[in-house]
């Protein structure tokens, strides 16, 4: 076995992937890919004296088994799942809270949900969107209007809910139909009420550094960040997406915060080593299980904000193999939900990520809540 000696650590972190562990004049062999730098210096306090085999830590290893001197296998080094369901439901107390202090006052702040058309999916969640104001103490509304309605009619409704005293956040349930100008609905809604954060005047506000409503999946994105203590000032972030209600505005968060940010997409080249140089990244480009074990650094922060349905047996095998967690779920439902990121070999490299689901999923509800309530606040001067 190979020692990492103390003093070859420094070595190590000038050098970064490109290092070999050499001790009596014994031939190196690569540290690359698995057994990098970073991985070292976190290692590094805990006082082991650390011992890796020259079969590990080759290129063609399937996982790097790093040893304490008893040789016993260093179990630490797997990523810390944040749970974004524990998160949502600290901000969704922290709301409850501050809606019964306005309550006393004589003020219920108002949620209307608009759904058109009879999506299953956009149904469930609106209904999800309604069950949670009322658990916290919203007033909701609930509109659902015909797929036939014309771009004009679904405008005449909105400019009602505008004008509506009750009401101080408005959420057109998104996708809408196709006959419908998505643009024309959401650029109706007072930027006041715009909960979703969708309007040019709050995504203009949100790239000055104004106080704005913004997006509420990068919004919790940054809650699950700054909650899990996850260090952002100086930080290199990449953004891998750019989609209006997520990526760009959740670089400009990020930038906001003090990181140093890269937008990846599908134009980008060499994406995986430019992946590989983010200390944080954010997955919401839409593929399963896109992001895999060699695009991250280890030691980076993986938010997975990704949500892809896999219905297919094979699929499932190769992404989780015998997971009975993820059979079972398979069997109940005839699918599972999967995020941007190979979940099962990145939690090998990274220090934290998301799961999904039980990730960034929860979290747009809560900061769907926290927005509507920063509404209130805002459009009643409370």
């Known amino acids: 076995m190979m020692k990492l000696w103390e003093g070859t650590i420094p070595l190590l972190a000038e050098e970064g992937w490109r290092d070999s562990l050499i001790e009596d004049g014994a031939p190196g062999w690569s540290a690359r890919r698995y057994c990098s730098a970073d991985l070292l210096l976190r290692l590094r306090p805990i006082g082991l004296a650390l011992r890796a085999t020259p079969s590990a830590l080759s290129l063609g290893s399937a996982h790097p088994p790093l040893l304490c001197e008893e040789g016993h296998k260093f179990h630490d080094v797997a990523a810390t799942f944040i749970n974004g369901t524990k998160i949502a439901e600290d901000i969704k107390r922290e709301v409850a809270s501050e809606l019964e202090d306005l309550k ?205 349905k896999v219905s297919d047996r094979a699929e499932v095998q190769r992404l989780f193999g015998d997971d009975p967690t993820r059979w079972k779920d398979f069997e109940k439902r005839g699918y599972i939900w999967v995020g941007d990121v190979d979940e099962r070999g990145v939690k090998e490299v990274a220090s934290m990520m998301t799961p999904v689901p039980g990730g960034v999923g929860p979290m747009t509800i809560a900061t769907l809540m926290k927005n509507t309530l920063k509404a209130a606040r805002t459009r009643r001067a409370v």
């Open 104 to 308: 006393h006052r004589g003020i219920q702040p108002g949620l209307a949900v608009v759904l058109v058309g009879d999506d299953a999916a956009s149904s469930a969640y609106v209904n999800m969107k309604a069950k949670t104001c009322e658990q916290l103490g919203f007033y909701s509304r609930k509109l659902t209007m015909p797929s036939s309605l014309s771009t004009d009619q679904l405008l005449c409704e909105v400019r009602k809910l505008n004008q509506d005293d009750a009401i101080d956040g408005i959420l057109v349930q998104l996708p809408l139909p196709k006959h419908v100008n998505k643009h024309a609905i959401l650029e109706s809604v007072d930027p006041q009420k715009d909960v979703d954060g969708f309007h040019s005047a709050n995504v203009g506000s949100l790239v000055l550094g104004h106080e704005t409503l913004v997006a509420c999946t990068p919004l919790g994105v940054m809650e699950v960040l700054r909650r899990s203590g996850v260090k952002i000032e100086g930080a290199n972030a990449i953004v891998l997406g750019r989609s209006d209600d997520v990526g760009k505005p959740q670089a400009i968060l990020l930038m906001h915060a003090n990181a140093t940010v890269t937008i990846c997409h599908s134009k980008t080249r060499n994406l995986p080593d430019v992946v590989r140089q983010a200390d944080i990244v954010v997955a919401a480009i839409g593929k399963t299980a896109m992001v895999t074990r060699d695009w991250v650094k280890p030691g980076a922060v993986v938010i997975d904000v990704g949500t892809n």
